[in-house]
């Protein structure tokens, strides 16, 4: 017997929101993650209602660039999802991520249940305490605050965009160390 959709019990899905520079090289590094269905690119932490890219970019609106995680649980834990944070961008460096300068671009777990929070500040002293970076984290974890998606030519930046220039110098290296470093939780194991 063929059972509908509608019928069928929903998943679980859970939400994850990071900010770890700019927002196309965390989207395209998690949209590669086994269990992890959608990525969004978006705005959070600052207080002015619908921000434009613009303004953000400004470093005045207290919002930073982040991605959106929406995610199966049964598939990949949120403690999983933070490792791959920690060692897809520099968390020691304070607003800046490479080339990109700014509060818009700060290293930030935003939480959205004090579950999460737990879970994170265990994460970040571990791997603090852990040496895989020399230089202390600056990373800070803070309650989810005005959350707005970003414009549509944001999203699916690099799958949309592979052969632009900061594509290819910058979040390709960081979709290559990814791949390398957790093949495991590749939704394309092949890759």
């Known amino acids: 017997m063929h059972t509908s959709m509608a019928q069928q019990p929903e998943k679980n899905y859970e939400e994850a929101t990071f900010g770890a520079g700019c927002f196309w090289c965390v989207e395209a590094v998690f949209e590669l993650v086994n269990g992890v269905e959608h990525v969004e690119s978006g705005y959070s ?3 002015i209602p619908n921000p434009s890219y613009r303004e953000v ?5 207290g919002y930073v660039e982040v991605a959106r995680i929406i995610f199966d649980p049964e598939v990949v834990s949120y403690k999983e999802l933070l490792e791959v944070l920690w060692h897809t961008h520099d968390p020691t460096t304070l607003n800046r991520q490479g080339a990109d300068v700014g509060t818009q671009y700060r290293s930030v777990i935003f939480y959205h249940t004090e579950e999460q929070k737990n879970i994170a500040e265990e994460s970040l002293k571990k791997t603090d305490a852990s040496g895989l970076w020399d230089d202390p984290i600056v990373t800070t974890i803070e309650p989810l605050k005005n959350y707005y998606v970003a414009e549509n030519y944001h999203q699916d930046y690099y799958n ?3 052969n632009a220039g900061y594509c290819s110098y910058v979040i390709a290296p960081k979709v290559k160390k990814f791949k390398k470093e ?3 939780l590749l939704k394309d194991q092949s890759e």
Not at 57 to 61: D, F, L, M, Y
């Open 182 to 184: 957790f093949k495991y």
């Open 160 to 162: 949309n965009n592979p």
């Open 45 to 47: 932490g600052g207080s």
């Open 57 to 61: 970019s400004s470093g005045r609106t």
